[in-house]
């Protein structure tokens, strides 16, 4: 039994909205990591944890 979902990353240009949740101030790495290489349509939805580390820049 697989428990999880996954897309290759090439597909996710085809998809026209693409909404990322990531939560908590531990994942503010790999927000920042993801971000930039994601595709034009992603929205980022994030808590304030996340959020504050990122701008604080850690």
């Known amino acids: 039994r697989i ?5 290759q990353f090439e597909n996710l240009y085809k998809i026209p909205h693409i909404f990322a949740f990531a939560c908590g101030a531990r994942k503010a790495k790999v927000i920042k990591a993801y971000m930039p290489n994601a595709p034009h349509q992603t929205w980022l939805i994030t808590d304030e944890g996340a959020s504050n580390m990122i701008l604080k820049g850690k």
């Open 3 to 7: 428990t999880q979902v996954g897309l």
